[in-house]
């Protein structure tokens, strides 16, 4: 059998080439989101990813919990605030997960957002910067408990050239969240072959254009109002009018795929040709706490372990 390609080897780390981004766990009792996650792994996805917001489940413990619910998935953090704890602490939270569940954790962070720092009692100043000096306050960091080899994959929430230099500089890859195929493309081209790669890629399992567009700009609504991006979208091509009005059809299509279970594959597919590694799918949904399964057992014959 021959080995696995450099690009084969990044993907396995994230537990194949296709994963599941939510949101909706949040919304469920503990022991009902365990049961989901249990139920995304026997349908054959290889990861799951969610995020961290003012008022969710905190990530190391959220994590925590949907891995022992589980046996091969692997999760991912999509993103841990690095104002939400400081860098050792953070630390010492993913080397803890690693050493309980080795190869199965991925740590996502992010800077967040103004608004949403702000809130947290922070200034929100020079992201970049802040980042970096995180990342190197997390390398310095002790831990002195019995711990894994190696520290599990880090990557940031990358969206302009600089934090993606920094994702390839001083992380193993990059998250990219609501982007294009396009902005795939030129990512990779900033990360080099050897960096991570996962691209969150939005999704209407519907074939009505205008149930479609609804649900797509419901989605991109709350993201509307936060500068970091727009100020990636202006990057990508789009302009202000762009986002006028709930957001234009350009917007919405660029982000949000629609359609059936192969037209939510043919969008996949051209993520993973213009360089990523793996492509984590949110599915939108009017009631995501009710309809997420329902809609992940009709894309498992799709994408299930790949």
Not at 31 to 59: C, I, K, M, N, P
Not at 73 to 99: F, H, N, P, Q
Not at 284 to 297: S, V
């Amino acid at each position: 059998m021959s080995e696995p390609s450099r690009a084969g080897r990044r993907s396995a780390i994230l537990g194949g080439e296709v994963g599941i981004w939510t949101t909706a766990l949040n919304a469920m009792e503990i022991s009902r989101t365990q049961e989901a996650a249990s139920e995304v792994e026997e349908l054959g996805y290889g990861a799951l990813w969610f995020g961290e917001a003012q008022g969710s489940r905190e990530a190391f413990t959220n994590a925590a919990l949907l891995l022992s619910a589980t046996r091969r998935l692997v999760v991912a953090t999509g993103i841990a605030s690095i104002y939400a704890r400081d860098a050792a602490a953070a630390k010492a939270a993913a080397m803890t997960l690693e050493s309980a569940y080795p190869g199965r954790f991925v740590l996502g962070l992010g800077v967040s957002h103004g608004p949403v720092v702000e809130q947290r009692g922070h200034s929100y100043i020079s992201p970049l910067k802040t980042m970096s000096e995180y990342l190197d306050r997390m390398d310095e960091a002790p831990f002195s408990a019995a711990g894994p080899e190696h520290a599990p994959p880090r990557v940031l929430a990358a969206l302009g050239p600089k934090m993606l230099a920094l994702s390839r500089d001083k992380a193993d890859g990059a998250h990219p969240y609501l982007v294009t195929v396009e902005h795939t493309r030129k990512a990779r081209e900033i990360l080099g072959r050897e960096p991570l790669l996962a691209v969150e890629q939005a999704a209407v399992l519907s074939t009505d254009c205008g149930e479609a567009l609804r649900l797509a700009r419901s989605h991109l609504s709350r993201y509307l109002r936060l500068p970091n991006y727009r100020n990636s979208w202006l990057r990508q091509g789009f302009s202000e009018e762009d986002f006028a009005g709930g957001g234009s059809e350009r917007l919405a299509e660029a982000l949000v795929a629609w359609g059936d279970e192969e037209e939510i594959k043919n969008r996949v597919e051209k993520h993973l040709a213009a360089g990523a590694d793996h492509v984590c799918i949110q599915v939108i949904t009017e009631n995501p706490a009710q309809e997420l399964l329902q809609k992940l057992r009709r894309l498992a014959p799709v994408f299930a372990n790949r």
